[in-house]
């Protein structure tokens, strides 16, 4: 297994045009995460699933941003009509883990997608 | 609101040891990490603590204190490489996890 994939690494486009990031999460996880990251800061919660149910959305994230995991594997952040400050790394991230257990259920983040916004 | 507090910035020696403060305030407490993070590369995870007490791994130990609402990041015997920031995260009594902004740590020479 070659851990977290993301596609495309690096992202320019112009404001008001769609993006959409791939993320190929380690192939036995069964929870997979968005994240928005900007410099200097932690990441920032926008979504996760369970398999291909998608359980949380953070109330943070515009109905512009839209994300499916249709066969429970692999991953899709779509953003539309992109502004300025969607510019951003987006980070996905997979676990092995089950709603509400405790034990560690450590993430693997993968390289991110880098957007930018002109 | 929920809160996660450590250091912008930080500067050691090679060769020496560097402690790395986090404080949170939370609603609830389902257990502490910290994750290491080269500049332009994903987050790594380097420790979890849930109970009280020192975990010790290689050349990083992490401390938890529940009541205090307090962690650090201990590392000995610095390197180069460990020029990095360390985000420390609390998973809360949502299982939800609370980020911090990271503590960039520079090693000098």
């Known amino acids: ?118 | 609101g929920q809160n996660i507090d450590q250091p912008t910035e930080m500067t050691a020696t090679e060769g020496a040891i560097v402690q790395i403060n986090c404080t949170y305030q939370t609603s609830g407490f389902n257990g502490l990490f910290w994750y290491q993070q080269h500049a332009g590369e994903a987050p790594t995870f380097l420790s979890y603590n849930v109970l009280d007490g020192l975990e010790e791994k290689g050349r990083f130990s992490s401390f938890l204190s529940r009541s205090k609402g307090y962690s650090y990041l201990l590392l000995k015997e610095l390197q180069m490489k460990d020029s990095a920031s360390y985000l420390c995260a609390v998973r809360d009594g949502n299982y939800q996890l609370i980020w911090g902004a990271g503590t960039k740590l520079i090693i000098k020479p």
């Open chain 1, 1 to 118: 297994d070659t851990g977290v994939s993301q596609n495309p690494r690096h992202k320019i486009t112009k404001r008001g045009q769609n993006v959409t990031f791939r993320c190929d999460p380690i192939s036995e996880h069964n929870r997979l995460y968005w994240y928005r990251q900007t410099l200097g800061q932690g990441p920032e919660f926008l979504t996760y699933f369970q398999n291909e149910a998608q359980l949380e959305k953070s109330r943070l994230l515009s109905d512009r941003f839209s994300a499916e995991r249709p066969k429970g594997s692999f991953s899709t952040l779509e953003i539309q009509r992109t502004e300025q400050g969607d510019s951003a790394m987006y980070l996905c991230a997979s676990s092995l883990g089950e709603e509400g257990a405790s034990g560690a259920n450590v993430l693997t983040f993968g390289a991110g997608s880098r957007l930018t916004v002109l």
